[in-house]
């Protein structure tokens, strides 16, 4: 089994309200990321957790906030964004064997496609 | 300069065409090399990944020459259904885990 779910598919909110996406993998994989896309554009990475630690913060800004749960959960806070921040957020793990190699592939999850009014 | 370098296309290909996707990298760091394909408003989902060697898949031929920090992805007989956007990733390790650096892709769109 390859999957990683992610809930909600479709989110829209408001600049003042605050959510959270969810991501779920069972591969047993050990590092989880987030991705957000945009029309036309390949991902972009925001965060990677490795063994449930944060790893990478790709200098996201403080309203959007990563959380490590446990190694099968990794979800994404939000809180006060702004309209550009409108798009298709992923979620991705890989099983992090030491060193990279061509077995190291990432899984993506469907995504959560996300509208900020 | 981007690390990752695709020619965006559009390529438009007829039914039954060869076509090829080429992708440059500027780490020598990198370390594992994949093609993803993702279609529109879908998440990347694995084609295949890149060895040295070079490796094929059906239709799919894949190639690395790390001396020259190029990959290279040939789809065959191409189908209708080929018609997506091709991404070229590397990953090497940084800060303690592995960092997947994704190309701009390629966009095909094969004609009937």
């Known amino acids: 089994d390859t999957e990683v779910t992610q809930t909600p598919k479709h989110l829209v909110m408001g600049m003042t309200n605050k959510k959270s996406l969810k991501c779920e993998q069972h591969?047993?994989?050990?590092?989880m990321y987030w991705y957000k896309q945009k029309a036309k554009k390949p991902p972009e990475l925001m965060f990677v957790?490795?063994?449930?630690?944060?790893?990478i913060n790709e200098s996201v800004p403080s309203r959007f906030s990563p959380e490590c749960p446990n190694s099968s959960l990794l979800n994404l806070h939000l809180h006060a964004l702004q309209p550009e921040d409108s798009a298709l957020y992923l979620c991705?793990?890989?099983?992090?064997?030491?060193?990279?190699?061509?077995?190291?592939?990432?899984?993506f999850g469907p995504g959560t496609r996300l509208t900020v009014l | 300069r981007k690390e990752v370098e695709q020619d965006p296309g559009p390529f438009n290909v007829p039914e039954g065409a060869t076509v090829a996707f080429n992708c440059t990298y500027s780490?020598?760091?990198?370390?594992?090399f994949f093609w993803y394909r993702q279609d529109c408003r879908k998440e990347p989902k694995l084609l295949m990944s890149v060895y040295s060697s070079g490796n094929e898949d059906g239709r799919f031929t894949a190639q690395l020459n790390r001396a020259s920090q190029y990959i290279s992805l040939l789809i065959r007989d191409s189908k209708l259904s080929d018609s997506a956007t091709y991404l070229c990733?590397?990953?090497?390790?940084?800060?303690?885990?592995?960092?997947?650096?994704f190309g701009t892709g390629t966009r095909l769109k094969v004609l009937a």
């Open positions: 957790y490795s063994y449930e630690k944060l790893s």
């Open positions: 991705a793990s890989s099983q992090f064997s030491g060193t990279p190699s061509s077995t190291d592939t990432q899984y």
């Open positions: 780490n020598s760091a990198s370390q594992s």
């Open positions: 990733v590397v990953s090497r390790s940084t800060s303690g885990t592995y960092k997947y650096i």
């Open positions: 591969m047993g994989h050990r590092a």
